[in-house]
């Protein structure tokens, strides 16, 4: 909200008088005012809520048109419906002032958190990200802001920004800009040229990019880029002069976010970003260490606006300018070289122990080496699970390339009863040279002495900036009992192994079982009772072991961490994956997850969690950015992006699957479920089955042994070619495993899918006899588990199949309900998906077409390809409501 220092108003402005009386509000407490208005939390009694309540005081300009013309603006901007942005609950005037109700926001604004604290460079360009998407909103609907500052971003509880003023900047503008009293509508230090001016045609998206430029340049370098003793002199230097350059006042700048900065404070409107979409775009971009689209400006432009500004001398230095230029170019040619972002990858250990049993003694020290450097914010770290690609001597500039680092730390350790030795270098990845080498021959009880030297010198090296808090982490000793870090060492070597492939679970169980010798060791082991908690969790999420039983061990592990560091980021970590993964409580797993985030910010889980957590809460754009951030850190993590590639297909953006896609086969060429996966995005996309088909028949004819790892794909190709034949060798040889359709997570056992063949090849007796013993298996599922959706919805399924209209359209309600869009926009999409089939097969085609409706358009597992080509969909067909809405989610042509 609008405050006296922000507002800059001239002294001796008239403050407001109020009525004692105000109606439907009371007036608890000023929170803000500026030179035309006052900012009040206030009771709404009809409505019994709080509020924020802004009474301008319009004064002398309070003619019965510019109050009418106030009113219709603001009832636009109350329009606007986004998360992000204040609501306006209510325009109106009363004894001669307007007031405007909006939403109470709880957690002050930007300007109040950033003179509590301020926000690293990471932070701020984030944060600006998200505000420029919420401008992007509402230009996208003809609305302005006009007065973007801190004081007019406000952050909840959670840190996640809400615009407030949308559009009340014109509304007080009385006719011109600058009017004869010379009161400027805005806020000089956040104000567009054109706007200070008085250029009202110029007045566009791009002078909202300058205010986001100006909140982005004060969050970065703890100034405004212009500050005059006075409101006009702050307005001639915004006009006169250029901003000072960023990292003349925070070194910790890089050239592109300064460029993304610089290139939002361009005088002329056309130079900057053309929308605030393209501006957050380009702050994602560096947030993930992409190249981004801004461009420096070169010496010649510089020295362009200079002579514009300064015409009479500008000949006086022409031969300095030139000079200069020469010299700038060269030091920019040579800072360019071989640029990489500053990070580090710990690469595995070489282990020349006797014993190879040892082998996870080796890793035991390049894990807490690495996890020592992922404490430091000012580091970019690699996650283990992508450097342990990488073991064994490879080319440094690959893996820097690879990896988007600018070092390596490599070596090797040796342990010979009660000695130890490490061999440690640390390389520039971009030359292949080291920057450092040591050797350390020592007794085993200074290990962890040992390895906390080697992360400080790599820090020290690096020139890595170390908070008090961070030197505390680096120098805290895990444990003082060897043997239980030997037992860590080796379940942490299980848990990095791939969770989710066929031997996955085994690996967790016997992590699970090493960790609790590890506590049993030494009870105050932390580290040990997270990884515990977070093994416990995986077999309890993962259906391994979905007992009570296990999720009380995986409670008790997460409360044995909280009692030893109650507040570290490992610990609200553990406590995040615990409510997702065991109790599915989204709201308090991403409370943890931002109070992780303070003191973990390497720790690609945290962003991982956040994205899976929003996207099931239906903040696709927010999930994606935070999957996408995870890969940053953990850029070799198939799993992750294998659910970046599934999210993209969700919400039909076909092309990114692809790419993604890609990218995994780029990293794993041999992995079969993903070049399956890239055939059936052709069919889901455009409906064109011959790559899936072409790849099967490959896979028979060459590796025949291999099929089963992608029977799924093969028995979903023959559905949609209604190859009854083919259907059954796919069955054949999916043996016992699981039979899920698609990338979803509903399971079908075989005789519901012997039913459903027999049926399309026209046997109905084997059709409902097979159908028949379904039900009985299915039947016994939702009496052990009557509140699984997934075991309802396909109850309901083959109740429809046996003509059980009445029971199978009341399970399918009962799923639907238990998990409903609005609790889980992914799994609920799954099971609205297979009721709009159970309505379908029994007739209802009101019903199924009205759902279908729905699914369509919003993120779901709906496609065209399933669409046209599955049998499922065949009671609908010829029905016009169907036909259109498959016609509706056909690609277009190019």
């Known amino acids: 909200m609008d405050r006296d220092a922000q507002g800059q108003t001239e002294e001796g402005a008239p403050r407001l008088e109020l009525p004692e009386d105000f109606g439907d509000y009371e007036l608890l407490s000023e929170i803000g005012h500026g030179g035309q208005a006052v900012v009040f939390r206030a009771w709404q009694k009809s409505l019994n809520r709080q509020v924020a309540l802004k009474i301008i005081g319009i004064g002398q300009w309070a003619s019965d048109e ?23 609950y209510e325009v109106g005037e009363r004894k001669g002032v307007c007031y405007i109700s909006m939403r109470f926001v709880e957690g002050g604004s930007l300007e109040e958190a950033v003179a509590r604290a301020p926000f690293s460079v990471q932070q701020a360009a984030e944060l600006i990200a998200k505000v420029a998407r919420i401008v992007h909103y509402a230009h996208e609907r003809g609305i302005l802001h006009r007065d973007i500052k801190p004081g007019n971003i406000l952050l909840d509880a959670s840190g996640n920004p809400h615009l407030s003023d949308f559009g009340l900047a014109r509304l007080v503008e009385p006719g011109n800009t600058v009017t004869r009293t010379r009161d400027v509508m805005g806020t000089p230090s956040y104000m567009a040229p054109e706007q200070a001016a008085g250029n009202k045609a110029a007045v566009g998206c791009a002078t909202d990019v300058y205010g986001l430029g100006a909140v982005l340049y004060e969050l970065l370098t703890g100034h405004p880029p212009f500050s005059g003793e006075t409101t006009y002199e702050t307005i001639r230097l915004l006009l006169d002069t250029e901003p000072r350059q960023p990292r003349l006042w925070n070194p910790k700048i890089d050239r592109d976010l300064a460029t993304i900065c610089l290139k939002c404070l361009e005088k002329d409107p056309r130079r900057r970003y053309p929308t605030a979409l393209a501006l957050a775009e380009d702050l994602e971009r560096w947030a993930r260490r992409e190249p981004i689209y801004a461009k420096r400006s070169g010496a010649m432009t510089r020295f362009g606006k200079w002579v514009r500004r300064n015409p009479a001398i500008a000949s006086l230095v022409f031969l300095s300018f030139v000079l200069a230029v020469g010299l700038g170019l060269t030091l920019w040619q040579s800072q360019s070289a ?45 996650s283990r699970t992508s450097v342990m690609a990488y073991r064994g001597r490879q080319n440094m500039r690959e893996i820097g390339r690879a990896l988007r680092v600018s070092h390596a730390v490599e070596g ?26 040591e050797e350390y021959d020592r007794d085993l009880s200074d290990l962890f002495a040992v390895q906390t030297q080697i992360a400080q010198t790599v820090a020290e090296k690096l020139h890595a900036k170390l908070s008090a808090d961070e030197r505390l982490a680096i120098e805290r000793q895990p444990t003082a009992d060897l043997a239980a870090f030997d037992l860590y060492a080796q379940a942490r070597n299980l848990l990095t192994t791939p969770l989710f492939s066929g031997t996955g679970g085994g690996n967790i169980a016997k992590a699970a079982d090493l960790l609790h010798q590890a506590v049993a060791r030494d009870p105050s082991f932390f580290d040990a009772y997270c990884q515990l908690a977070y093994a416990h969790d995986l077999l309890y999420f993962l259906g391994e072991d979905h007992t009570p039983a296990r999720l009380a061990m995986a409670d008790a592990a997460v409360e044995a961490a909280a009692r030893l560091r109650p507040d570290a980021g490992e610990t609200h970590l553990a406590r995040a994956e615990n409510l997702y993964r065991g109790h599915l409580d989204y709201h308090g797993a991403l409370a943890e997850l931002e109070l992780a985030a303070r003191t973990l910010p390497n720790e690609p889980s945290v962003f991982e969690l956040k994205g899976y957590i929003q996207r099931r809460q239906g903040e696709w754009e927010e999930a994606m950015r935070n999957l996408e951030r995870a890969t940053d850190l953990d850029p070799r993590n198939v799993f992750t992006l294998e659910q970046i590639a599934l999210s993209y297909q969700l919400l039909r953006r076909y092309a990114d699957t692809g790419r993604v896609l890609d990218r995994i086969l780029t990293l794993e060429p041999d992995n079969l479920e993903v070049k399956a996966a890239r055939a059936f995005l052709e069919l889901d996309w455009k409906g064109d089955i011959r790559p899936l088909h072409q790849f099967i028949e490959e896979l028979k004819k060459t590796r025949p042994d291999t099929l089963q790892t992608v029977a799924n794909y093969w028995l979903f190709c023959a559905l949609a070619e209604r190859n009854a034949d083919a259907a059954k060798e796919a069955l054949a040889v999916s043996g016992q ?36 013993i379904a039900r009985s298996q299915q039947e016994k599922i939702v009496e052990a588990e009557p509140t699984l959706p997934s075991a309802l919805c396909v109850l309901a399924l083959i109740d429809a199949a046996l003509g059980r209209k009445d029971d199978a359209l009341r399970e399918g ?28 097969w029994v007739g209802d085609n009101d019903l199924a077409c009205q759902q279908l409706a729905l699914l369509a358009s919003r993120p779901s597992p709906i496609s065209y390809g399933q669409l046209k080509l599955l049998p499922f969909w065949d009671p609908l067909r010829g029905d016009p409501r169907f036909e259109a809405l498959v016609t509706s989610l056909a690609p277009t042509a190019k």
Not at 341 to 370: H, M, R, T, W, Y
Not at 748 to 767: C, H, M, N, S, Y
């Open 737 to 772: 495993n699981p039979i899920i359709l698609a990338n979803e997570n509903i399971v079908f056992d075989q005789p519901f899918i012997e039913g459903f063949v027999a049926r399309l090849t026209g046997d109905e007796p084997k059709a409902r006899s097979a159908f028949a």
């Open 813 to 840: 309600r009962r799923a639907a309900e238990l998990l409903p869009l609005g609790k889980d926009a992914v799994g609920g999409a799954e099971i609205l998906k297979y009721s709009v089939i159970t309505a379908a």
């Open 412 to 437: 090797s350790a040796r342990r010979h009863g009660r000695r130890i030795h490490l061999n440690v270098q640390l390389i520039d990845t971009r030359s292949d040279t080291p920057v450092w080498s």
């Open 66 to 88: 510019h109050l009418k013309r106030l009113r219709r603006e603001a009832r636009a901007a109350a329009k606007l419906n986004h998360s992000g942005i204040v609501p306006i």
């Open 338 to 382: 071989g640029n990489l972002p500053l990070g580090i990858a710990v690469l595995p250990f070489e282990n020349l122990s006797d014993d190879q049993k040892d082998a996870f003694f080796a890793d035991g020290v390049q894990d807490d080496i690495l996890t020592k450097l992922a404490k430091i914010a000012d580091l970019r770290v690699i």
